[in-house]
């Protein structure tokens, strides 16, 4: 079955059991039911790390989770802690909490050498949690494919040693797999754990949590709780009503990953790289010589080929616009069009100012242009698939910092 109608399905399931699906039917009505107003400064402060008035920008540090909570999760006495990993699956790399997963994964496993008689029941856990779903091309992929690759990737980020209770896919615009995922969370955390929702900027997590405390029946109108000061909307903050009188959830800062394009952007160049809708395929029958610019951002060179060909397809916001020409030309389109035609960036004074254009370069092997091969995925803005029978070397170019991975294929 294809995602979508694997999930439709279970949505009609559960609306046979008689249970509240109707989170997507009475969403909007829902959401004017529990929508907590913040205002503008606290919302931009906390979501964005920065005020949106161009003459009183503040910039915000990261929050430091590890300090932060780290000796939380370590307690050896007391409650269980859940940690629920948000990742966006239209940049998975890019938004995975790494730092965070580790840090549950090594806890897990200091606690486990610590305890030779079986595991104590407060070790820290974790949920993978994929936001977005909506985003990808749904009806063309797999659930089941989706939840490995998805697990795949977060062991990648993590280490293969990090453990995961449950991997969810789950779309809070529409309402996909937020039951489930509450249900998971509550069987989870017991009568008396600690839930923390962890996430970079941007990942869906404010969304994400509403939804889940509307499906929770929070019916008191009031579901996150933000305090009026900036400043000290900064931590951690507790959701109330969801998990039951004594387990809590945590709602923490969004995480700024620098090694993501868009924490370098704009919110006018954003605005262009975010993905609102299903991504869309653009793809390119391309020979050695020649190259394809994403925008002002990225580009990637076809540098050798053992076979005529190879397909490649771009995976990006549909309003950066893709430009496919000879790698000869790529240093005059960098100097002429980046900023201009080819935006973002905004202004070719911006180009300098995201930083050094830097290549890495990977070599490339498959058996199928059916299938793609890999993807290389450019942290904060989508990724290139690859399909090629043969043999391929490969550059990509993007701004230095910026997370290039290599990554078996998604679609
Ligand atoms: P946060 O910074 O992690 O709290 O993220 P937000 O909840 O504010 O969401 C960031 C952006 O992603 C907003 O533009 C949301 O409308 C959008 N968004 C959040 N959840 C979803 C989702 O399930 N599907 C889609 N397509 N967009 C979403």
Redesign the pocket.
Known sequence: ASLKSGLLQEGQEKSREGQAVAVVASEAEAEKKSKVVVCARCHSLR?YGHVKRPDAEVLLPDFDFVAAVGPRLASPSGARSLVLLLADASDFDGSFPRAVARLVAVTSEAHHADWKHGAPSNLPRAVLVV??L??LPTPSLSPDDVHAWAQARARAGAGADLQLAGVHLV????GWGVRDLLNHVRELAGARGKVWAV?A????????LNAIARCSGAESGQTLTEAPVPGTTLGVIRVDGVLGAQAKLFDTP?LLHGHQLTSRLTPEEQKLV?V?KEMRPRTYRIKAGQSIHIGGLARLDVEDLTVGSIYVTVWASPLVPLHMGKTENAESMMKDHFGLQLQPPIGQKRVKELGKWVRKQFKVSGNSWDANTMDIAISGLGWYGIGLKGEAVLGLWTYDGVDVVPRSSLV
């Open positions: 979501h936001t977005k909506d985003l779309s809070a615009a529409r996430g900027r941007n990942v869906g997590k404010s969304t994400l969004g975010q609102r």
